[in-house]
Every structure is written in C-alpha cells, then in structure tokens.
C-alpha cells in the first residue's frame, strides 16, 4: 500500500470512528481521494508534497473534464477534510486546501411529480412483478416511499421490527445514526400490512427448513441481507415506464421530492417538513418553497384571465 492510500485508509477509518459517518458518506470521500491521488500520481506528486498550487491545478484539471460545480466542489471538500486531518496528525506542517474557494454550487430545484404521476405510478406498482409477491413487495416499497419521504437507503435498510403491530408511526434511522419519527398514511399501512402477511409465511416455511429469518423487511440475496438501492433505482424506472410516467423524470428522489412539495402545498408547516425528512438545516428545505413558487407562477399563467388574452 503506498503512502498515499495509506493516508486514505486511516481518514476514513478516523471519521468512521470519531464522526460516526455514514457508509456512503465514506465512500464518497474514499471516492474523491482517489480520483486525486490517482492525477497527483500523474504529476509525480503525492498528498505529502502537494501545495495549494497542486490543489488549484487539480481543480481546473476537473473543470476541463466538464464536471459540474457540485461536484467540483465535493471534492475540494473532501481534499480539504483529509489534509485538517494529516495537519492534526502531524504528517503536514499546513492544508494546502484550507484558503482555496470552491466554485461554488449550481442551485438547481429538484425535480418533482404532480398528484395524477404519483397516482399512476402507485397504481402501476400494486401490478408489476412476475409474481403476487412480487407485487406486494413493490407496492409496499413504493407505497412507503411516497408516504414518509424517506431516503432510499433508509427505505431498503428497514427493519421488519419497525412496522410490527400496524404501527401509525415508524421509527427511521437516517444519516449519523439519526432516529426520527414518520407517519404512514392508511394505503401504506394497507400495503406493508399484505407484504407482512406473505414474508410472516415465507418465515415460518424458512423456519421449517432450518434456514435463517430475513433481519429487513425487503429482503436480498446479498451480502447485505436487504435490497440494494440499485436493485430499487432499477425497479422504479421499471414501473414508471409501466405507469407511462417518463422513467427519465423518476428516481427514488423523485419521490422523496414530491412527498415533500405535496406536504407543502398541502398546507403543511416547512419545519415539520424538515423533521420529517431529517434535514439537519432548514436551509436544505426551503429549496422546497421555490418548487412551489414555480408551481403558482405557472398556474397564473396558464388559467389567470389576463395571461390567457395576453
């Protein structure tokens, strides 16, 4: 292992431990670490004898590749994380990062479904799979989505514990270990309540037979135990294009979007909307409130009297 990736390991073992960072949030680091590593390698150089000229380079390097200003950003961010923690460990005098200012962000309003998308892609949900399961599975899966707003990690990564006994809230376990609660609305309920009868069978056959009970509640075949967050990302597209919605425009964050944006325009306060989507600023929820600006300003356009004439 060189000195370099050496560096790499110990950070991100450091900031599991001390930060408690979440898995992603870790691979994102060790991702954009390495991407740098790798054209500091190029130059002849490495993390130890890289100067704020070296990180400047690097950064106009990703410009010409035509990455965008987010993740330019992300990995000055990262860059500048790794060398506080070399400069607090005593392996660099300095951070050649610290006074370096990002390109900043592109601020972009997330996408978004209206009511009549969101009903057809549920309605195509409760009819896709190959088998009855299947379809529960999936109906469940999106039915939960769009009732609480979760995260797809969070949404995969359940516990079949979290939803015994029909409960009318769930406890969520979000970024940094972060619990909170979220309602379920009565279809979601409806759905996980059918796919708990089926998987409460498939256990007791499982039992039978001497093999291990499932932890989650969406069970995979993977080491992980639970379905993995690319298996649903291409399950979503599926039943999207099944439901004639643009597979293009949805995503489980899409989702996750339109819960929010429907809340809010719905009538709902945004702080509670902050809660319930586990955003640790409110700054990160107000983009919603421009979601819906747009929303009004198209609605005076296309029904107001005076813009119909005009």
């Not at 390991?9 to 900031?15: N, Q, R, V």
């Not at 979440?22 to 060790?30: E, F, K, M, P």
């Not at 707003?149 to 949404?155: A, D, N, P, T, W």
Request: hydrophobic share 40%; charged share 25%.
């Amino acid at each position: 292992m060189g000195d370099d990736d050496r560096w790499i390991s110990t950070f991100l073992d450091a900031i599991a431990a001390e930060l408690d960072a979440a898995r992603n949030t870790r691979l994102a680091y060790g991702r954009d670490l390495k991407d740098y590593a790798d054209w500091l390698a190029r130059q002849g150089r490495d993390f130890a004898r890289a100067t704020r000229e070296t990180v400047e380079s690097y950064l106009m390097f990703c410009a010409a590749q035509g990455l965008s200003k987010a993740t330019r950003a992300r990995r000055l961010s990262s860059i500048r994380q790794m060398y506080r923690f070399a400069h607090d460990e005593g392996w660099r005098a300095d951070n050649p990062a610290i006074r370096l200012k990002g390109p900043g962000r592109a601020k972009s309003l997330p996408q978004t479904l209206s009511h009549d998308e969101v009903d057809r892609i549920l309605a195509a949900a409760r009819n896709h799979g190959r088998t009855p399961p299947d379809r529960l599975r999936n109906t469940g899966l999106l039915e939960l989505l769009y009732a609480t707003g979760m995260r797809v990690s969070e949404l995969v990564e359940l516990p079949i514990a979290a939803v015994r006994g029909n409960p009318a809230m769930i406890l969520v376990r979000g970024k940094g270990d972060k619990e909170r609660m979220v309602p379920l609305s009565a279809p979601a309920r409806a759905a996980v309540t059918a796919w708990l009868a089926w998987r409460d069978a498939d256990d007791d056959a499982r039992r039978l037979a001497g093999k291990p009970m499932h932890r989650h509640l969406f069970p995979g075949p993977g080491v992980a135990g639970h379905l993995t967050r690319q298996h649903f990302y291409l399950l979503i597209k599926a039943i999207s294009a099944a439901s004639g919605v643009d597979p293009s425009r949805v995503t489980p964050h899409t989702l996750r979007h339109a819960f929010a944006t429907h809340l809010l325009a719905g009538g709902a306060d945004l702080r509670v909307i902050q809660t319930l989507l586990g955003h640790a600023d409110i700054a990160t929820t107000e983009i919603y409130t421009h979601v819906l600006e747009d929303n009004l300003k198209e609605l005076v356009l296309t029904h107001h009297p005076l813009a119909r004439k005009g």
